[in-house]
């Protein structure tokens, strides 16, 4: 690893994030520690989207779809009593990556518009089933009898705990992305985003790479499901609506695409400009909506664009 | 057997909003090349002003008028404003610009007319039940049948009879000759809009007696929009008929008939839990059932660029 702008941005972040907890504490504002928390499993989120996203240039908008199979995964567990937190982030792993093995298996065979809508449709069509299941409760969703319990080894009952917690599985994620992408199977991933043709001139099959990137960035955001619903303690349908799409697509190209610092500034300046503005107006999607066009206009690279750091990784 | 006749009336008449909305949506793609999420905002919008300017006006056609005129402005201003320059812009910005512009426009509504459901009563003559066949169907769902079917004909002595048809067909095949042979093509690209910013009204308005008028009301109807666009092929119109009229069918009958028919075939415990899920996600499946055997559509548009 080399110290470009970004990896020092990185780092500024990381270390940032690690001493909210203090910092609110001494602020009395356990408030921050919440909030930032949502951030970074949002961040965690965005991190997997950019994998196919940002590297593999498969444009889903429909990666709420495994925000949502995570958190039922966890959640239906334990409706029935099972609060061991091994074996529901083990089925969360496990449910969405075969969900994004379905989906994907369905539509990476297509591509451009195609793979948009379809991703979209099959989310709503996830959404909708969520909608319907009256035995997890349906519209209004369910209470989370208990967060996950890890045979006492770590209780997110304690705020500080989960938080540390969440922060180490983004930097171990930030880990995993950073190796995947330097790897021979993410320099294949990114050479069929530049170039599909070239590559499988020079005898690559897009498709089963595409497929398990897809596939492995399903399964990541199925971890962040996990976490997100023992953040809420709330198990709802609505993880898995339309908008949150967007908005986890929104943070990583705010942050920047392709890049690993990108989606975690991203989820932060996204989730932080949320917080300000419906503190100031109830009607502050009317104001987020027209940022996000401009931003899309004006600012593609996004905010790890100003760095002016034009390597292709991080 | 009638149930099941009303049951495909009103699978029809689902199915031409439906063709209203991909109408539009698969013009605006095959020619522009462009990804509007931003249609089910317009659709929203027509909802609206109908049930507005009815409450204001108390004509039921002078409010039609009304209502399509204004959803035409605000689709043109939308275009010129915001859309036109994302015209040469990827797919992922166009969504996401798009994706900025519900956002604006459902909060927009909501501050305009609240949160809360909106619903319009239909005047007299519009509110009744006709005979047919047997059955009594109400002469609302009737007429929108109608028109749907009315403006699909309309629309396709548009597309294949006239000079704009022409020039629309030629601009979908390559557009880049068509502004080389002199055709003024921003001007194209906004009547293209403008018609289905019209469509789309049109079924907005025509849906707001049907369902509950409120926020949010476009994208729902949207994403269904893109399951027609991609089981009849994208960019061509005779697929979003055939695509439209399917979903439509499949939808309101699987929601009619899935779980007595369940119910026969399994037990009824578990037709009651995995009838309306299963409902609900049937038009899902058949999307996925097309894709895997053709997975460019039923109709694919010829398309050279």
């Known amino acids: ?314 | 057997m009638l149930l099941v006749l009303e049951q495909a009336l009103n699978g029809l008449q689902f199915g031409v909003m439906l063709f209203l909305m991909a109408a539009g949506l698969t013009l605006i793609f095959g020619i522009m090349n462009l990804v509007n999420l931003a249609h089910g905002a317009l659709y929203m919008m027509g909802a609206y002003f109908a049930a507005t300017f009815l409450a204001k006006t108390g004509s039921f056609p002078l409010a039609v008028v009304l209502a399509l005129a204004a959803t035409l402005a605000v689709g043109i201003v939308t275009e010129v404003v915001a859309l036109r320059t994302l015209y040469e812009r990827d797919h992922l910005d166009q969504v996401l610009a798009t994706f900025g512009l519900i956002l604006f426009f459902n909060e927009l509504v909501a501050v305009v007319w609240g949160r809360a459901a909106m619903y319009t009563t239909l005047p007299g003559w519009l509110s009744g039940h006709i005979q047919l066949v047997g059955i009594r169907y109400p002469v609302y769902r009737a007429v929108v049948i109608l028109v749907g079917l009315l403006v699909a004909a309309l629309l396709w002595v548009v597309v294949t009879r006239t000079r704009l048809g022409m020039l629309i067909r030629a601009g979908a095949t390559n557009r880049t000759m068509v502004a080389a042979l002199g055709v003024n093509i921003r001007l194209l690209y906004t009547i293209v809009f403008g018609f289905g910013a019209t469509l789309a009204g049109l079924a907005g308005l025509m849906a707001g007696p049907i369902y509950a008028v409120q926020p949010g009301m476009g994208e729902q109807i949207l994403i269904q929009v893109f399951v027609v666009i991609v089981v009849g092929g994208i960019g061509s119109i005779r697929g979003a008929l055939v695509g439209a009229i399917v979903v439509g069918m499949v939808d309101t009958l699987g929601r009619a008939f899935l779980k007595p028919m369940l119910a026969v075939l399994l037990w009824p415990t578990a037709a009651e839990k995995a009838g309306p899920a299963l409902a609900s996600m049937l038009i899902y499946l058949l999307m996925a059932a097309v894709l895997t055997f053709r997975p460019q559509g039923l109709f694919p548009a010829v398309r050279t660029r």
Do not use: C
């Open chain 1, 1 to 314: 690893m080399t110290f470009t702008p970004r990896t020092i941005a990185l780092g500024v972040v990381l270390v940032a994030l690690a001493l909210v907890p203090p910092v609110a504490g001494m602020l009395n504002q356990p408030f921050y520690v919440d909030l930032f928390r949502r951030t970074m499993i949002f961040a965690i989120a965005a991190l997997s989207l950019d994998l196919i996203l940002g590297y593999g240039g498969l444009v889903s908008f429909g990666h709420a779809a495994y925000l949502g199979i995570g958190a039922y995964a966890v959640g239906v567990l334990t409706y029935y009593g099972i609060h061991n937190g091994f074996l529901q982030w083990g089925l969360a792993i496990v449910a969405s990556a075969l969900v994004a093995l379905v989906i994907g298996a369905v539509s990476i065979r297509t591509s451009g518009i195609y793979f948009i809508m379809i991703t979209l449709a099959f989310t709503q069509m996830l959404y909708y089933l969520g909608l319907s299941i009256e035995e997890y409760g349906a519209d209004d969703g369910m209470r989370l009898a208990a967060r996950s319990r890890f045979a006492g080894l770590i209780d997110l009952r304690d705020p500080a705990t989960f938080y540390y917690l969440v922060l180490v599985l983004l930097g171990v994620f930030l880990y995993i992305a950073h190796r995947m992408v330097n790897a021979r199977f993410g320099m294949v991933l990114r050479a069929t985003k530049s170039n599909e043709a070239r590559a499988r001139a020079v005898g690559f099959s897009p498709y089963g790479y595409k497929l398990t990137a897809f596939v492995i960035a399903g399964a990541m955001g199925g971890v962040a499901g996990a976490l997100l619903v023992n953040h809420t303690e709330y198990l709802t349908p609505e993880f898995m609506h339309w908008t949150r799409s967007g908005e986890i697509m929104f943070m990583v190209i705010l942050g920047g695409m392709g890049t690993l610092v990108g989606p975690v500034v991203g989820a932060l300046a996204l989730l932080l400009l949320e917080d300000v503005l419906s503190a100031w107006t109830t009607h502050w999607q009317m104001i987020l909506g027209p940022i996000l066009l401009l931003v899309v206009l004006f600012a593609k690279r996004g905010l790890v664009g100003l760095l002016g750091d034009r390597a292709r990784d991080g």
